[in-house]
């Protein structure tokens, strides 16, 4: 039977508001909806937080009183908000989480995957977010264009060709960020972007 499933859930590494204003703990995720194949049909189930025409991203939280009472309340997330759509070409097909995001003065910085193409001309390529510091589910920014896109070699050729995938991030003392991502699905190499002072300050 088919149902929708978390995919790459990347935490936020501090408490934030959900929609009630309640801290809580909360994670980024991109609901997959599944099909199951049952004698030549196809089976289509919604997921729970509704009809999903691209996959996108998804915010989910549970309260830390909550998870103060009683640790395994950590995995029961709820309230859960649409924070992102494909909103330009080189993300048509879907987006998804990367590293965690980092927070920084002027709001969360997420780096994310966006995918494009279809087949043979498939392409993973690199974005950054930035959501508002206490409200994470409203978008400051989204990257109009990949800030990074396979080019050399080992981007391009592997187990899965055309592929950067972000997957941790680390905020260096000169306002640079290392991005470590995943290269073709073969390998694992790192970027360093500066950060525009707007976010900084």
Partial sequence: MGRAKPRRRV????????????????ILHRPTVRFHLQHG???????????????????????????????AQLTEVGHHEHV?????PWEAVKIGAGAPPIRLHGGWLLPYHGVSGENESRRYSMGVAVLNLERPSRVLYQSPEPILVPET?????????????PSAADLRTDNSVDIY?????????????????????
């Fill in 11 to 26: 935490f936020f590494s501090e408490p934030v508001l959900d929609p009630s204003g309640v801290r809580s703990f909360a």
């Fill in 41 to 71: 049909t196809r089976q289509f189930i919604r997921p729970s937080m509704g009809l999903l025409k691209h996959e996108a991203l998804w915010i989910s939280y549970v309260s830390v009183d909550a998870v103060l009472a009683d640790l």
């Fill in 181 to 201: 991502y995943g290269a073709a699905d073969r390998v694992v190499a790192a970027a360093r972007i500066g950060l525009p002072s707007e976010i900084l300050t």
């Fill in 153 to 165: 070699e080992y981007e391009r050729g592997g187990l899965v060709s055309n592929v950067i995938f």
């Fill in 84 to 88: 992102m759509s494909s909103a330009s």
